[in-house]
């Protein structure tokens, strides 16, 4: 059951206004998390997605059963509440866009799609919640790291573990200088935060991303890592689910 993600640049300071335009009792959900084809087929479903703001990056992180990324484009671009909020956070973007229509919506949603570097998203499980970390990224990185990712070094991986039931899934999101770390969960936040300083600090998983990073000296104690975390850690605006869990 992978993740996609799809990123806006947005102007700094306005996550209040953000937060109002996504809440519950402004935002009207998608009519049907169900995706079908032309004829009425049913090719995929929506599970979930999720909104992160941090500075001048927003992401929507989205849970599907595997469709393609088309497919989602053109659902999305047909329902009501989604033109709604597309009308609603104009006043806040960085970049002026036409989505109007669904085909300009189409046309954003790929112009904005991130590149997966990483995916590991065994369990079916819904999540309660989700987490985004932003890693700020030197000028130039981020087409570094799209030549590099068929060659990355697969042992990096964030890989689930045992030791950490309640996390589901995990991702890693590139889009131009925005790279993203997302990981979902099962139980409570501060397990995202106990699983990311076992399986991340100080290993190979977050390593070999520090030639990409702004500022690649990296914590060397565990207070100092769960203290970036912290810094890195996207606000969370929105989260809904199929099973209506916001």
């Not at 393609?68 to 956070?89: L, T």
């Not at 109007?100 to 570097?117: A, I």
């Not at 070094?153 to 589901?168: C, K, M, Q």
């Not at 600090?201 to 990073?213: K, Q, R, S, V």
Request: charged fraction near 25%; proline fraction near 7%; glycine fraction near 6%.
């Amino acid at each position: 059951m992978p993740l996609n993600a799809i990123t806006y640049r947005v102007r700094p300071g306005r996550e209040d206004e953000l937060t109002e335009v996504f809440a519950p009792h402004n935002f009207t959900r998608v009519d049907s998390p169900v995706i079908k084809d032309a004829s009425g087929e049913t090719v995929g479903m929506l599970l979930g997605t999720g909104l992160f703001v941090q500075g001048d990056t927003l992401v929507r992180v989205i849970h599907h059963d595997g469709v393609s990324a088309d497919r989602i484009a053109r659902h999305m671009s047909v329902q009501k509440g989604v033109h709604e909020a597309e009308r609603a956070i104009l006043p806040y973007l960085a970049e002026p866009r036409d989505t109007e229509t669904p085909e300009g919506f189409q046309r954003h949603f790929h112009r904005s799609f991130m590149t997966v570097l990483e995916q590991n998203s065994p369990d079916e499980r819904p999540a309660v919640g989700t987490v985004a970390l932003r890693y700020p990224l030197r000028r130039g990185a981020g087409a570094e790291l799209a030549a590099t990712r068929a060659t990355c070094n697969r042992r990096a991986t964030l890989l689930l573990s045992p030791e950490h039931p309640t996390i589901v899934r995990t991702a890693l999101f590139l889009h131009e200088d925005i790279l993203v770390r997302v990981v979902q969960y099962d139980g409570h936040p501060y397990d995202v935060v106990g699983y990311l300083t076992d399986r991340c600090f100080g290993t190979a998983a977050e390593t070999w991303l520090e030639p990409y990073l702004l500022d690649a000296a990296r914590p060397t104690h565990p207070d100092a890592y769960l203290a970036l975390v912290h810094e890195q850690a996207m606000l969370s605006i929105a989260h809904m689910s199929v099973l209506g869990v916001d």
